[in-house]
């Protein structure tokens, strides 16, 4: 599962595109699947919202931008909830990292993602983090703070290429993980991967 900035869409297909083409493993970037939720808000409100042109009733836009959160987040839940690997594409573009916003992001949906990998299943390869979120304004924007992304292992470019090289002599997906986990023991460190 890659987490990212909508703003790092590009990058992020391209990653999965490479890690999949390489190893045969499957990559889950969620506009890949439903596009943009902000599209989709506005075809639910031009069909049960609208009241006449360019006018929407508050209440119904309330109720369908409630629906279509509740929908995709349960949705990214139980995808997360199934998957080996959590990778957040750590850019300017989702992680702040200017004044005092420092390991925060603006996106709400990065930061119910990361706050996802909380309570998601035990396995070997998964670990549980914890710190309090919260929340900060700034010129009406809405800061979220991501959990302590420094405990996170942290891998960059080069040991992505370098794994992929390496899963050259293996033959199968679960060896291909087995082999991430070997060269980058994230659970020893009770830590989850991070891509910078």
Avoid: G
Avoid at 20 to 49: G, I, P, R
Avoid at 94 to 100: G, K, M, P, R, T
């Amino acid at each position: 599962f890659i987490s990212h900035s909508h703003k790092d869409h590009r990058l992020a297909v391209a990653l999965a595109n490479f890690i999949e083409s390489q190893t045969s493993l499957k990559v889950f970037v969620d506009s890949m699947v439903w596009k943009n939720a902000d599209e989709l808000q506005h075809k639910l409100d031009d069909k049960f919202s609208l009241i006449s042109t360019n006018l929407y009733s508050y209440k119904k836009v309330l109720a369908t931008t409630s629906n279509v959160n509740a929908i995709l987040s349960m949705a990214i839940m139980k995808i997360m909830d199934r998957t080996d690997v959590v990778l957040l594409l750590n850019t300017n573009n989702s992680v702040l990292a200017f004044d005092s916003l420092a390991d925060k992001t603006l996106s709400p949906w990065l930061f119910e993602e990361w706050l996802f990998t909380q309570n998601l299943k035990r396995t070997k390869h998964t670990r549980k983090i914890s710190k309090t979120a919260t929340l900060e304004t700034r010129n009406m924007q809405v800061a979220y703070e991501l959990p302590d992304i420094n405990n996170y292992k942290k891998l960059r470019i080069k040991d992505i290429e370098n794994w992929i090289y390496k899963c050259d002599s293996k033959k199968y997906s679960y060896d291909k993980l087995e082999l991430l986990y070997e060269m980058f023991k994230p659970y020893k460190e009770e830590s989850e991967l991070l891509l910078e």
